[in-house]
Antibody, heavy 122, light 111 residues
Framework: EVQLVESGGGLVQPGRSLRLSCAAS????????MHWVRQAPGKGLEWVSG????????GYADSVKGRFSISRDDAKNTLYLHMNSLRPEDTALYYC???????????????WGQGTLVTVSS | QSVLTQPPSVSGAPGQRVTISCTGS?????????VHWYQQLPGTAPKLLIY???NRPSGVPDRFSGSKSGTSASLAITGLQAEDEADYYC???????????FGGGTQLTVL
C-alpha cells in the first residue's frame, strides 16, 4: 500500500522559512517523479513544485519561483520542500503527491498524502 | 483565476446523470495534453478518479467516465449516489507555464 506522510508544517511569521518533509513507502520511490500541491483554506488545488525521479529536473509555479526549493533523498525515500520568504498567501494545506511518470512535467498525481498545514501570520 | 475553467457547482438527484466540464486553451488541453480528474470528499485528500482522459484506476466504479475533445474535457457521473457528493477537479499540463494546472473545482451536490 502506498503511503505518503507529510510533516513540518506549523505557524510561521512572514519572511521566515520552513522545511516540509514527505516520507514515502509502498512503492519504488526513485522510480517516480514527486510533487507538492497546496490548497488554501476554502480554495482549490494549486500545483507548487515537481521533481523528476533522477532529480535533474525540477519545476515551480510562478507564485513560488525563487522562494521555494524542492529536493529528494532517495536513500531515505523522502521528499522535501524548502520554503523561504514566506508570505501570508502561502497559507495552505500542503500535499505530497506521487507522480505517475519519471519526468515531473508529464502525468498525473497517483497517490496523495493527508497534507501538512502551513500558516503564515504575524 | 484558474487556467482550466470548471463550473463552480452542479447538482442532481439520486440516480441521475451529471456532467462537469473543463475548458482549457491551446497551451494545455488543446495542445494534446492529457486531462485527469480528482475527487475530494469533505475533509479528505484528493483521490485520482480518471487518468489519461478516460481511464479509471482500479476501484473506481464505471459510473464515472471521462472524455476529451479539442480544448475541453468532461467528467460524467451516472446513477448518482449520495456518497458522490464532493469537489471534483480537472488537471492537465500547460506548456506556457511549464507545469501542472488545475481547474477551480466543481462542487457536486446530490439533492
Amino acid at each position: 500500500e502506498v503511503q505518503l506522510v507529510e510533516s513540518g508544517g506549523g505557524l510561521v511569521q512572514p519572511g521566515r522559512s520552513l522545511r516540509l518533509s514527505c516520507a514515502a513507502s509502498g512503492f519504488t520511490f526513485d522510480d517516480c517523479a514527486m510533487h507538492w500541491v497546496r490548497q488554501a483554506p476554502g480554495k482549490g488545488l494549486e500545483w507548487v513544485s515537481g521533481i523528476s525521479c533522477n532529480s535533474d529536473n525540477r519545476g515551480y509555479a510562478d507564485s513560488v519561483k525563487g522562494r521555494f526549493s524542492i529536493s529528494r533523498d532517495d536513500a531515505k525515500n523522502t521528499l522535501y520542500l524548502h520554503m523561504n520568504s514566506l508570505r501570508p498567501e502561502d497559507t495552505a494545506l500542503y500535499y505530497c503527491a506521487q507522480g505517475s511518470e519519471t519526468y515531473y512535467k508529464t502525468g498525473y498525481f497517483h497517490h496523495w498524502g493527508q497534507g501538512t498545514l502551513v500558516t503564515v501570520s504575524s | 483565476q484558474s487556467v482550466l475553467t470548471q463550473p463552480p457547482s452542479v447538482s442532481g438527484a439520486p440516480g441521475q446523470r451529471v456532467t462537469i466540464s473543463c475548458t482549457g486553451s491551446s497551451s494545455n488541453i488543446g495542445a494534446g495534453y492529457d486531462v485527469h480528474w480528482y475527487q475530494q470528499l469533505p475533509g479528505t485528500a484528493p483521490k485520482l478518479l480518471i487518468y489519461g482522459n478516460r481511464n479509471r484506476p482500479s476501484g473506481v466504479p464505471d459510473r464515472f467516465s471521462g472524455s476529451k475533445s479539442g480544448t475541453s474535457a468532461s467528467l460524467a457521473i451516472t446513477g448518482l449516489q449520495a456518497e458522490d457528493e464532493a469537489d471534483y477537479y480537472c488537471q492537465s499540463y500547460d506548456s506556457s507555464l511549464s507545469g501542472a494546472v488545475f481547474g477551480g473545482g466543481t462542487q457536486l451536490t446530490v439533492l
